[in-house]
């Protein structure tokens, strides 16, 4: 496995550790409802966490990995870029035909920063330069427009708008299906790599 890290301004996304701090920081993050509200699951418990770590560094040590789940770290808490406690999650599951779903989350605490667009950013030059992608697709919930101006901002389009395709409010208890968005983003449309990038 070559470990994935890619450094941005002010982030650095990277591989998970294995230890109670990441543990932690996982469930900070999946244990908040406020974070899961418009996600297609609800708050997740400590040991949860403890298991999908294990998943995700499984994940990453496959032959033909066709699913990075990262972490994102502010550079400025740690002496070392991605070394500082995780602040949320990075995501890009592939298809085998070229194409992947992208997929951010971000603690509470980092909302309003521009986190989720740097974050985005580096994923998308990590799928188009490194990994040789031609086609990327985003969903977001369609009562949550705030990820669509990111993607937006990012060259991603509008192509949809699947009806009933997520758990719309899981993180509260009612799993009432919703609505989404569907954005996508081709390779010829990329304005190329914003940060460096490492790692594959």
Do not use: K
Not at 30 to 54: K, M, N, Y
Request: aromatic letters at 6%; charged letters at 25%; glycine letters at 14%.
């Amino acid at each position: 496995m070559v470990p994935v890290r890619l450094t941005g301004p002010r982030l650095a996304v990277r591989e998970y550790h294995h230890t109670e701090e990441e543990v932690d920081a996982l469930h900070a993050l999946f244990g908040d409802p406020e974070v899961t509200r418009h996600l297609p699951f609800g708050p997740s418990g400590r040991e949860d966490c403890a298991d999908q770590i294990e998943l995700y560094l499984e994940e990453a040590m496959a032959e033909e990995r066709d699913t990075y789940r990262l972490a994102v770290t502010r550079i400025a808490d740690a002496e070392e870029p991605g070394d500082a406690t995780p602040i949320g999650q990075a995501a890009l599951t592939l298809d085998g035909h070229g194409a992947a779903d992208l997929g951010c989350v971000l603690a509470r605490g980092s909302w309003g920063r521009g986190y989720a667009g740097e974050t985005v950013g580096l994923l998308r030059d990590f799928a188009f330069g490194t990994l040789g992608l031609h086609r990327l697709t985003a969903r977001t919930a369609a009562a949550n427009p705030a990820p669509g101006r990111v993607l937006t901002r990012l060259g991603f389009r509008p192509e949809g708008r699947p009806r009933s395709d997520g758990s719309e409010g899981a993180g509260s208890g009612d799993g009432v299906r919703s609505d989404a968005y569907l954005f996508t983003l081709l390779a010829e449309e990329w304005p190329g790599p914003a940060a460096r990038v490492e790692g594959g």
